[in-house]
């Protein structure tokens, strides 16, 4: 025997239906706007960029000395807190202290007398097995956009890769640089 629902049933049935979905879709959309997200946006996507527990492409290092070399070298008086607070979240927590007093000192001029500098690279070595990038090229000095020094300066970027998240280690100037 088939029992026949009415149609005032159906309408009722189906309005609560409809509420109860359009209740659910609304706490999906306050959920879901409440979430935090971070995009990255990778400059080129001509190049596989691999990470493993063990190993680390090159282009992938090469990317992230770039990076953090680009944070270094505009840092200015207008944005010292930020590049400083970016920089410092690459770094590896053992070596935070040593990296935040270098960064420090870098930067001592910077926080005074308004220094800032722009690196030009003009090439770089990647050593994939210790994990460094070497960038060689020429330091511009400037205080109020006149430049008062220019010289050849080589740096190293160091990395650290625990189970597959590469950390910054250190940054040192390579003292042999010659032009």
Do not use: C
Request: glycine content about 2%; cysteine-free.
């Amino acid at each position: 025997m088939i029992k026949v629902i009415s149609l005032e049933a159906q309408r009722t049935l189906f309005g609560t239906l409809a509420t109860v979905m359009l209740a659910i879709n609304v706490y999906l959309a306050v959920s879901l706007a409440r979430i935090e997200r971070t995009v990255v946006l990778v400059p080129t996507i001509d190049k596989e960029m691999t990470i493993s527990t063990v190993s680390v492409s090159e282009d992938y290092l090469l990317y992230r000395a770039e990076q953090i070399m680009q944070l270094l070298f505009n840092i200015r008086h207008e944005n010292f807190a930020y590049n400083v607070e970016q920089i410092l979240k690459q770094v590896s927590s053992k070596s935070r202290p040593d990296f935040s007093k270098q960064l420090e000192q870098f930067t001592e001029d910077i926080k005074s007398k308004r220094y800032f500098y722009v690196f030009n690279k003009d090439g770089f070595e990647i050593n994939p097995q210790k994990l460094e990038v070497t960038f060689s090229g020429y330091l511009e000095v400037y205080v109020n956009n006149k430049k008062i020094e220019e010289n050849y300066k080589r740096y190293r970027l160091v990395f650290d890769n625990r189970f597959g998240l590469v950390k910054l280690v250190g940054w040192e100037e390579v003292i042999d640089a010659k032009p």
